[in-house]
């Protein structure tokens, strides 16, 4: 079983919709919970960070952990083409001291 | 525009060679971070330093070793070149040493081996 699974799309919804990318993960001592979104041609860049349970929100985005599922998602309201990009999960652990990406999840925003 | 910048963009190599990949961290950061990302196996962690020494390993292989300069600069060595090693190496900075913290990504460096 991989330590984090992320389906890798592509995910096409139209303009204004409700978006739900998710991750699973195996590895209990995960702690730091990360959502990354990434352009074609470009580096990684920081969207979302959450510790332990619970959700966070920042403007049309909002990033859910649940640790008993092992289960994290990231919704996007109100869906915008510039959302259109690979939005790839990550999580840490102190204990381990290892940081893991999920593949990523190819997101089509249509006009 | 992050603030990471790496060189070169664009790497073209044959099997066996050795190529050195270079990254220059945002001002003020004292991590740099090396990844690789390719299609089947996505962004995997490959090694942290931090000030000039190594944090921390990830799945680096023995061919592939880095370094991080006095300057706060980080070049990563990359020998035996195969043809598996084609990938996107990304290089990440952040102000501390700890990885669930922000990291900013550069452009990354597309190598191609043939």
């Known amino acids: 079983q991989k330590e984090v699974e992320q389906d890798p799309g592509p995910l096409s919804v139209p303009e204004g919709a409700i978006v739900s990318l998710n991750c699973t993960y195996s590895?209990?001592?995960?702690?730091?919970f990360m959502w990354y979104r990434q352009y074609s041609r470009k580096g990684p860049e920081l969207l979302m960070y959450?510790?332990?349970?619970g959700n966070k929100e920042d403007g049309r985005f909002t990033a859910q952990v649940d640790k008993s599922s092992k289960y994290i998602s990231l919704f996007i309201r109100d869906s915008q083409p510039s959302d259109s990009a690979t939005y790839l999960c990550?999580?840490?652990?102190?204990?381990?001291?290892?940081?893991?990406f999920g593949k990523g999840t190819r997101l089509h925003i249509l006009p | 525009d992050s603030g990471v910048t790496q060189t070169p963009k664009h790497l073209i190599t044959a099997t066996g060679q050795r190529v050195t990949l270079r990254c220059s961290p945002r001002?003020?950061?004292?991590?740099v971070y090396w990844y690789q990302q390719s299609l089947d196996q996505g962004l995997q962690f490959l090694i942290q330093?931090?000030?000039?020494?190594?944090?921390a390993k990830g799945n680096i292989l023995e061919r592939f070793s880095a370094q991080q300069f006095p300057d706060l600069h980080s070049e990563l060595n990359l020998s035996s070149l195969e043809l598996g090693d084609s990938a996107l190496y990304f290089c990440?900075?952040?102000?501390?040493?700890?990885?669930?913290?922000?990291?900013?990504f550069g452009p990354g460096t597309r190598l191609t081996v043939t």
């Open positions: 990440a900075s952040s102000e501390t040493k700890n990885p669930e913290y922000e990291q900013y």
């Open positions: 590895n209990s001592a995960f702690q730091y």
């Open positions: 959450t510790y332990s349970s």
């Open positions: 990550a999580m840490y652990s102190s204990r381990d001291d290892k940081i893991i």
């Open positions: 001002s003020g950061d004292l991590s």
């Open positions: 330093y931090y000030n000039g020494e190594e944090r």
